[in-house]
T-cell receptor
Framework: NAGVTQTPKFQVLKTGQSMTLQCAQD?????MSWYRQDPGMGLRLIHY???????DQGEVPNGYNVSRSTTEDFPLRLLSAAPSQTSVYFC??????????FGPGTRLLVL | EDQVTQSPEALRLQEGESSSLNCSYT??????LFWYRQDPGKGPEFLFTLYSAGEEKEKERLKATLTKKESFLHITAPKPEDSATYLCAVYSGGYQKVTFGTGTKLQVIP
């Protein structure tokens, strides 16, 4: 039981490049979400999904895209990277009103 | 708008020196308050959920309490391995309604 896994662990991008952050969970949770964590700010919700084929925007969705084709996987796409997207990204699995399980994070640097 | 304020921002304790971390919140109908522990370079790890004022939960040297306006995380006789950032979050219902505080960074000196 791996819980929540994320890849890559670290990535450097140039402005304008695109990439996909991968997230997978093996707990059969319907609810999954993506957060970003920046210094001096709390975790902020980017996008979330309540099940395969169902996604919605969180607090800071601009510049990001998501899809949910299976219960296990919830990738986050950066369409055209900007320096403001330099952050640490966490994927979480589980209902926010109960217990959320977080992945180890992806550290992204956009130059 | 829901708000969570954690204090202090950083706390340095000697091993064995008990203390408390504070989480003050403003929320439109609290459905749950969460405490997480986050080690450097890792994701948050769930500790406790509190649902109503007066509720208390314990785990090893940690005890979380809840009032109508704030929550405390009491650390009794801390050890160096308790060093981490402790995050507080409130849930007010709905899929988007989880608000995190900025955390308290705890350092326990041997």
């Amino acid at each position: 039981n791996a819980g929540v896994t994320q890849t890559p662990k670290f990535q450097v991008l140039k402005t304008g490049q695109s990439m996909t952050l991968q997230c997978a969970q093996d707990m059969n949770h319907e609810y999954m979400s993506w957060y970003r964590q920046d210094p001096g700010m709390g975790l902020r919700l980017i996008h979330y999904s309540v099940g395969a084929g169902i996604t919605d925007q969180g607090e800071v969705p601009n510049g990001y895209n998501v899809s949910r084709s299976t219960t296990e996987d919830f990738p986050l796409r950066l369409l055209s990277a900007a320096p403001s997207q330099t952050s640490v990204y966490f994927c979480a699995s589980g209902n926010p009103g109960e217990t959320q399980y977080f992945g180890p994070g992806t550290r992204l640097l956009v130059l | 708008e829901d708000q969570v304020t954690q204090s202090p921002e950083a706390l340095r304790l000697q091993e064995g020196e008990s203390s408390s971390l504070n989480c003050s919140y403003t929320v439109s109908g609290l459905r749950g308050l969460f405490w997480y522990r986050q080690d450097p370079g890792k994701g948050p790890e769930f500790l406790f959920t509190l649902y109503s004022a007066g509720e208390e939960k314990e785990k090893e040297r940690l005890k979380a309490t809840l009032t109508k306006k704030e929550s405390f995380l009491h650390i009794t006789a801390p050890k160096p391995e308790d060093s981490a950032t402790y995050l507080c979050a409130v849930y007010s219902g709905g899929y988007q309604k989880v608000t995190f505080g900025t955390g308290t960074k705890l350092q326990v000196i041997p």
